[in-house]
């Protein structure tokens, strides 16, 4: 999906979407070797949560907020969530739900 706007910063995720940008992999290993495209293709499992909705209702009808909130890094899925692109980066829309686990330091 290409985006027809010019910042990232102005997207708002919906209910208990969370938005993400995924680490890059290294290119260059510790000893400077050059690594081919096809062993740095796979998505890496860690991103920074760029924003989050505001969460989703429960069956009561009570709003549950997300889990994570932004600049927490956390552990996502191999694959899937939505792709956005914007310019030259990619970012990726997950339900709360999808997301593994928060990364604390």
Do not use: C, H
């Not at 909705?53 to 899937?80: C, H, Q, T």
């Amino acid at each position: 999906m290409s985006a027809t706007f010019k910042s990232i910063k102005s997207l708002v995720p919906l209910f208990d979407r969370v938005l993400v940008q995924r680490f890059k992999a290294e290119s260059k290993t510790a000893t400077g070797i050059f690594l081919p495209t096809s062993a740095t293709n796979t998505p890496l499992p860690e991103a920074t949560v760029i924003a989050v909705g505001p969460g989703a209702r429960n069956p009561k009808g009570d709003i549950v907020p997300p889990s994570v909130k932004a600049g927490d890094r956390v552990l996502l899925p191999g694959w899937g969530g939505s792709s956005i692109k914007v310019g030259d980066d990619e970012y990726f829309l997950f339900k709360d739900s999808e997301i593994l686990a928060k990364i604390q330091e």
